[in-house]
């Protein structure tokens, strides 16, 4: 089984021009989910963990560390009846969530990767108002005002041009439509990313730096894996334990920040719905 293992991809993108990273990522994406078709895994984030977890149905709690990311980073956003699109959808684990417990009228998971897109068009076939893409962030394969909600959860790192992928999401969302946005980034990386939302034409509802959660999300892993109570292979990124601490010290000592941001569209009278 290949694991979440970073290292394996990194030689690769520093030896590629910038024009090149994507097919890099689709690759290495490609390559990973190739060989999960028999696995159960739904999530490949970092997980989240609040202080006062939310209820959830029992059929989801196994995923709760993972699904907690997606509420905080969704930030209370009304998804009843909206066309909802999913961007990086990966192994379509929230998309299947949101689309079962949030009412949206529609919910299109878009991923660069066509392994990604048919194992989840195959693995949720039954959900009828979700429904899964091939699509590069860079260039959404959508018309202008096609979509109420956009969220984008711990993909970004990997896009080329973050300020060309926020121009995407600007064309494709219609006015009074929201924005919601989270991953991690090095300190100054999320300078330059601040520094784009404001500049997006998009207005900056909040943002906020949620590392304490993520680092409960992994010190529960880890520390799970450690007594023997999780195996490494139930979760995609935890291929070791020693690996695990790596990412843990990192977003400990301030190597790493993981934040959230939900940014709104102006309407057509130049107010926020």
């Known amino acids: 089984m290949t694991q979440w293992d970073i290292e394996d991809i990194t030689p690769a993108l520093r030896d590629s021009p910038p024009d090149r990273r994507n097919q890099v990522w689709r690759d290495w994406y490609n390559h990973l989910i190739s060989q999960l078709d028999n696995c159960d895994y739904r999530f490949m984030n970092y997980g989240y963990l609040g202080r006062e977890g939310p209820e959830l149905e029992p059929s989801d709690e196994a995923d709760r560390i993972f699904i907690e990311l997606y509420q905080v980073t969704l930030g209370g956003t009304d998804l009843t009846d909206k066309d909802v699109l999913d961007i990086s959808s990966g192994l379509g684990g929230g998309a299947y969530w949101i689309s079962r417990t949030c009412q949206p009228s529609s919910l299109v998971g878009m991923d ?24 590069d962030a860079e260039s959404l394969p959508f018309p202008d005002n096609s979509f109420d909600v956009v969220y984008n959860i711990e993909a970004s790192h990997c896009y ?22 989270s991953d991690f980034q090095s300190r100054t990386s999320m300078e330059k990313i601040e520094s784009d939302f404001e500049n997006s034409g998009l207005d900056i509802v909040s943002l906020n730096d949620i590392t304490d959660g993520v680092l409960r999300s992994l010190d529960l892993v880890h520390k799970a894996i450690s007594e023997g109570k999780l195996d490494s292979n139930q979760i995609i990124w935890s291929s070791d334990t020693d690996s695990l601490q790596d990412v843990i010290q990192e977003f400990a000592g301030g190597g790493r920040s993981y934040h959230c941001c939900n940014l709104s569209k102006k309407n057509s009278i130049g107010s926020k719905i």
């Open 112 to 135: 660069l990767s066509p392994e990604a897109v048919g194992l989840c068009s195959k693995r949720y076939s039954d959900q009828h108002n979700l429904r899964f893409v091939v699509g």
């Open 160 to 181: 080329t041009n973050f300020d060309v992928f926020l121009s995407e999401i600007f064309r494709v969302l219609r006015a009074g439509g929201v924005f919601c946005w």
